[in-house]
């Protein structure tokens, strides 16, 4: 990409596409293009083909979704599924029937099976059943990268993919019905702390890991690969797990919060591991930067500054 390509970043105000923005504008990219949802209804076709005729975007970051947390994904997959699959199906075609020069489609790892040997490579897409509470999330977003692939296949698009692990960081969604668990978690410790709760309930035993990655990690990735890499879609994480006992003291920590932790052991924990093989994108000199400790102080302040 040069400095001066008109560079569509759809999903601005989110987490990832906040973070690709605020990194672009930061390397003196200067003909950075972006609408609001109220701007441009993505999940509408005809609003889309529209925007695309006027605007003629060379490169598209295509960033937005509709997301949120387990119990969200749970209980509206017929919105999780729809939503998704008309957002990206409307902008991947309009891309290649306006002939954008290269479109690069954020996933997510939960596109892999429930269930797979440690780490996950990319080839164990549809190895075995998903994970049931966010399968319509799963579902769309190995649409969106299968129509990827079927459109550099059959029309020659330079259309990509990645699939990052669980992000975290500035913009963040907050809200405890929709948001996924280091923002539920910082603001669950911000709560207890300033309303004096003496202990706060976690679920489980806290042995389950999880890998994490700061989203400022990711815009980085995303940028590397979209002015370098027309292959495959590629895992981005940071290659390591925190146990959920660990990151609950460190968001402690962070929080300032001083009661106690009390682990509801009758609540299950969940997959036990579920980290992801980047020796891809390691390979192509990408690394993370941003440990947990200082990815979770960025992201607090961040909250404190915005709530």
Known sequence: MNKTDKIYIAGHKGLVGSSIHRLLTKLGYTNLLVKTRNEL???NQSAVDTFFQAEKPDYIFLAAAKVGGINYNKTNPANFVYDNLMIQTNVIHASY????KKLLFLGSSCIYPKENPLPINENRLLCAALEPTNEAYALAKIAGLKMCEYYKKQYGCNFISVMPCNLYGPNDCFDLEKSHVISALLKKFDIAKNNNLQEIVMWGTGAAKREFLYVDDLAEAVLLLMNTYNDDFVNIGSGTEISMGELYQIVSNTVKYSGKLVFDTSKPDGTISKVMDINKILNLGWK?????ET???LTYEW???NK
């Open 303 to 305: 909250y404190l500054n």
């Open 97 to 100: 029937i306006h002939k954008v």
């Open 41 to 43: 209804d993505l999940t």
């Open 295 to 297: 990815g979770l102080q």
């Open 288 to 292: 993370p930067k941003t440990d947990i």
